[in-house]
Nanobody
Framework: QVQLVESGGSLVQAGGSLRLSCAAS????????MGWYRQARGKQRELVAT???????NYADSAKGRFTIARDNAKNTLYLQMTSLKPEDAAVYYC??????????????WGQGTQVTVSS
């Protein structure tokens, strides 16, 4: 069984910064690509950023230049450093990872989400 647990969501003023974390645990043989998505109230879930196990990154246009995705492979942990936050960044942020378990089954897993609120 695999779990992804996000943390770091909070209320922040516009222009402020937050760092989100996502820890993967369980029967993990290897973690492949990981990513952050977000879902604002009344909107569809959207990609924020992804990172491969080799460190290659991809960002949504809305995140470029303000957000940085990173991972610690030794800890199976994903991070999202967010700066210059805007009210439109407010959303529930979800972590996802493609994980190969010791049973040699690969699947995509999702965390439960962490709320980011940005006040103007």
């Amino acid at each position: 069984q695999v779990q992804l647990v996000e943390s770091g969501g909070s209320l922040v003023q516009a222009g402020g910064s937050l760092r989100l974390s996502c820890a993967a645990s369980g029967s993990i043989f290897s973690v492949n690509a990981m990513g952050w998505y977000r879902q604002a109230r009344g909107k569809q879930r959207e990609l924020v950023a992804t990172i491969t196990n080799g460190g290659s990154t991809n960002y949504a246009d809305s995140a470029k230049g303000r957000f940085t995705i990173a991972r610690d492979n030794a800890k199976n942990t994903l991070y999202l450093q967010m700066t210059s936050l805007k009210p439109e960044d407010a959303a529930v942020y979800y972590c996802t990872a493609n994980i190969l378990t010791y049973g040699l089954r690969a699947a995509s897993y999702w965390g439960q989400g962490t709320q980011v609120t940005v006040s103007s």
